[in-house]
């Protein structure tokens, strides 16, 4: 079993394999395990077990294996643990298909099912050329059936335990920019090479060329498979067969600033083919910049008046509008651009609090966006915010531009690498990864996006004004508001939500709980919303039922039970007030901390069902008032450290009956009959009294759900109350009681009229022997 919960990195050499002619490509394996975690039905995203994997890079292959262990068989019978992967972020999950907030987009990720029979389950997911980086997987049960399950009984436990192992090569070659270089593929040995892509790379080619077969033919027909690319589930590599002489692959849109991973394999069995292969990548794009010192350059070009009246961009100076937008900048990196580029925009990246992040353009929120060239924004996410959820809004500034209904801004939002090309037919997605395309006018001047668990990546925002005509008149540039930021949840939940920071470990994470029957990941889903009649029934059953308590109490004074009494006014008021808080819609009411009423009445619930029968006992007052203290302070501590366990009202059940028990067996003993002797004692009270507490024991054990829980529950407040005032013994014949007298002035007064001995009360030394009626 300890192996289950292998823990760190084992690092194995395997056996080299000849990729080159020049060398050796060397592969090594290795195995990473996480600790076995239970499962839980799904209700919410926290009910998701969430495990995070690091893929390195160069890594051919990655396996992983899923172990589902079941405990015990206690009716446990099949059950179907869902499964999820997701590279760069965790995956957003939707077993309920409840209806996400608008403007939220969301992409499934791959998804098994893994049924449950047996005591142990395994099953494997290989995956070849995986993307580097973080990998998520995420396992739960089925959807929760709404039974309320009571911590401390016999239940089917789940436990999930992931494990990686990767093949990846360490020396793979590097395929140089514009450089041939001679390979050699086999059926069982393909070609690993890699690249590396500069940022502002406008596209990316590469050839396959030269090819000839292991028989001495020439090069008749390559017989290759070109792939460009790692596999991110949602997205597959490139793919190019290879035919004739050669191939070529074309990338318009190439991840910027990473490495590129290119596999060439045989089609044929048996065919080992020799060839050349060649990358060349344009940067058609690159800015130049004017240089830290913003001012002083600036400075330069207002007194060059060349540059100044100088329109024309083809000749390498700067136009009317590119002057007149770094004039009026105030970056540290204004930028000089080339033909055909794209205004760069830096920005200002701040960390406001835990899973929120603000972004924000250094010249100030309005940007300016022009028909000339694609206005850039980039957006660095890393990996400590991919647990939250990104947001995008822009909003079109017409106050002082009057843009006609022929004019538009056409917006993209990618990640990996930026769309330079942008009009209203392009699709706004790069070569790997698709985007998020937005479109504003003066009919719509807003727009609005987000993205629950973004990916780590570098997000590029590009916007650019479109007019239907070639000339767009008066207005060539507009200015656009980007709002980007990262919050914990989608707008806080809303009313009926809240949002809560889970924890993998060291990663962190966020996810919204919703209540009174709204779903969705922002608690958006009103379809099995409850109304507020509901929610407001559901109140007052749940409080005013605690009300029953009131006979007890008048029957615990008449009887002369003044500390039994007690507790059960503490009681009746803690849970009264608890459930007025606790209630999950608007109809809501706390008079002091959550934590603390749900303390209070726990405890006083305990401790009213452990003084009722130890009264019940008739054991002498000494021992009693020492079991009474004893036991609630012994009840508070087990309150404290777990006050939702079911031990913690069966332990001090169990101990007070045997109390209980003991005392009453003794006394029938000493009288030589049963006791309590009168069997109208028994007919009338004990056994309706017992009947009440069966019935509210098994309703609040069995019975309870999630749609039934305010009835229930309000019915369990209504038994123990009535099972108290029948079980609740007469009235001692021998004790010195309270009592009031009304004097001559017609106020009343309490009268107490022990008899001293000394310093202490009088007791009487006889043993209890009258007869219970």
């Known amino acids: 079993m300890a192996a289950c919960f292998l823990r760190g990195v084992l690092l194995v050499t395997l056996t080299a394999w000849t990729l080159a002619d020049d060398g050796q490509l060397t592969f090594?394996?290795?195995?990473?395990?996480?600790?076995?975690?239970?499962?839980?039905?799904?209700?919410?995203?926290?009910?998701?077990?969430?495990?995070?994997?690091?893929?390195?890079?160069?890594?051919?292959?990655?396996?992983?294996?899923?172990?589902?262990?079941?405990v015990n068989n206690f009716h446990c019978g099949q059950k179907n643990v869902t499964i999820q992967i997701r590279w760069g972020a965790p995956p957003v999950v939707n077993p309920i298909s409840s209806v996400f907030p608008n403007a939220t987009m969301w992409s499934p990720c791959l998804s098994l099912t893994l049924p449950v029979a047996s005591q142990s389950t395994t099953t494997t997911f290989n995956l070849s050329d995986p993307s580097p980086g973080d990998w998520y997987v995420t396992a739960h049960l089925p959807v929760d059936d709404g039974r309320i399950e009571q911590k401390g009984l016999p239940s089917c436990s789940y436990f999930f335990q992931p494990q990686l192992s990767i093949r990846r090569a360490v020396d793979t070659p590097i395929l140089q920019q514009g450089t041939f270089l001679q390979q050699t593929a086999t059926p069982d040995s393909p070609t690993r090479l890699k690249l590396y892509v500069p940022e502002f790379a406008s596209s990316l080619s590469i050839s396959v060329a030269d090819c000839s077969s292991g028989e001495g033919t020439d090069g008749g027909n390559c017989s290759l498979v070109l792939r460009l690319g790692s596999s991110s589930l949602q997205q597959s590599p490139v793919t190019v067969n290879c035919s004739g002489t050669g191939c070529s692959a074309v990338l318009s849109n190439p991840p910027w600033d990473s490495w590129l991973r290119v596999v060439v394999e045989s089609s044929q069995d048996n065919r080992t083919v020799t060839f050349s292969i060649f990358s060349n990548y344009t940067v058609g794009c690159k800015p130049k910049s004017v240089g830290l010192n913003a001012d002083d350059d600036i400075r330069k070009l207002r007194g060059n008046d060349s540059y100044s009246n100088s329109t024309s961009p083809g000749n390498g100076?700067?136009?009317?509008?590119?002057?007149?937008?770094?004039?009026?900048?105030t970056s540290l990196y204004a930028l000089l651009l080339v033909p055909a580029c794209v205004w760069n925009i830096p920005v200002l990246y701040e960390e406001v609090d835990v899973l929120s992040?603000?972004?924000?353009?250094?010249?100030?929120?309005?940007?300016?966006?022009?028909?000339?060239?694609?206005?850039?924004?980039?957006?660095?996410?890393?990996?400590?915010?991919?647990?939250?959820?990104?947001?995008?809004?822009?909003?079109?500034?017409?106050t002082n531009v009057n843009l006609g209904n022929s004019s538009s801004v056409v917006a993209c939002l990618s990640q990996g690498a930026p769309v330079l090309y942008l009009n209203h037919s392009q699709p706004c997605r790069t070569?790997?990864?698709?985007?998020?395309?937005?479109?504003?006018?003066?009919?719509?001047?807003?727009?609005?996006?987000?993205?629950p668990f973004p990916q780590s990546a570098t997000w590029y925002l590009t916007m650019q004004l479109m007019c239907n005509s070639s000339d767009c008149g008066n207005t060539s540039a507009v200015h656009v508001v980007p709002e980007f930021f990262v919050s914990a949840c989608v707008e806080d939940c809303g009313t009926y939500g809240e949002c809560r920071l889970l924890r993998s470990y060291s990663y962190l994470y966020s996810a919204c709980v919703c209540k009174a029957g709204w779903n969705g990941w922002g608690c958006t889903d009103d379809s099995t919303a409850q109304s507020y009649l509901r929610q407001l029934t559901a109140t007052l059953l749940l409080t005013l039922s605690n009300l029953f308590f009131l006979p007890v109490i008048v029957v615990a004074i008449k009887r002369s039970y003044f500390t039994e009494a007690s507790i059960y006014i503490f009681t009746m008021f803690f849970s009264t007030f608890y459930h007025a808080c606790d209630q999950p819609g608007v109809a809501v009411m706390c008079i002091?901390?959550?934590?603390?009423?749900?303390?209070?009445?726990?405890?006083?619930?305990?401790?009213?069902?452990w003084v009722t029968i130890l009264c019940m006992a008739r054991i002498r007052?000494?021992?009693?008032?020492?079991?009474?203290?004893?036991?609630?302070?012994?009840?508070?501590?087990?309150m404290q450290l777990d006050r939702k366990g079911l031990w913690n009202l069966l332990g001090p059940v169990l101990c007070a009956l045997l109390i209980m028990v003991s005392a009453w067996v003794s006394r029938g003993v000493d009288r030589r009959h049963c006791y309590p002797p009168s069997w109208q004692r028994w007919v009338l009270y004990l056994i309706p009294g017992i009947a009440c507490a069966l019935i509210g024991i098994c309703l609040y054990v069995f019975g309870g759900t999630e749609e039934n829980y305010y009835y229930?529950?309000?019915?369990?407040?209504?038994?123990?109350?009535?099972?108290?005032?029948?079980?609740?013994?007469p009235k001692e014949k021998n004790r010195e009681t309270l009592g009031w007298s009304r004097g001559w002035n017609w106020s009343w007064r309490w009268s107490w009229k022990p008899r001293v001995c000394g310093y202490t009360l009088c007791e009487s030394g006889k043993d209890e022997l009258y007869t219970v009626t």
Request: charged fraction near 10%.
């Open 28 to 70: 090594m394996s290795e195995l990473s395990s996480k600790p076995a975690q239970t499962l839980s039905k799904y209700s919410w995203y926290g009910n998701v077990r969430l495990q995070r994997f690091h893929i390195p890079e160069e890594t051919a292959i990655a396996r992983w294996l899923f172990s589902v262990t079941k």
């Open 317 to 329: 100076s700067l136009s009317a509008d590119m002057v007149s937008f770094i004039n009026e900048s």
């Open 357 to 398: 992040l603000r972004y924000t353009p250094v010249n100030g929120p309005n940007v300016s966006v022009t028909n000339t060239h694609p206005t850039m924004l980039a957006y660095p996410l890393h990996t400590q915010a991919t647990g939250g959820t990104l947001n995008l809004q822009l909003t079109l500034n017409t």
């Open 431 to 451: 070569d790997f990864f698709g985007g998020y395309g937005f479109l504003l006018n003066a009919s719509v001047p807003k727009a609005v996006v987000r993205l």
């Open 592 to 609: 002091m901390d959550y934590d603390a009423l749900q303390y209070c009445d726990f405890l006083g619930s305990v401790c009213s069902i």
């Open 621 to 638: 007052d000494t021992f009693k008032y020492t079991l009474f203290m004893l036991g609630a302070l012994l009840i508070a501590m087990s």
């Open 712 to 729: 229930t529950h309000s019915l369990w407040h209504i038994l123990m109350a009535t099972c108290v005032v029948f079980l609740l013994p």
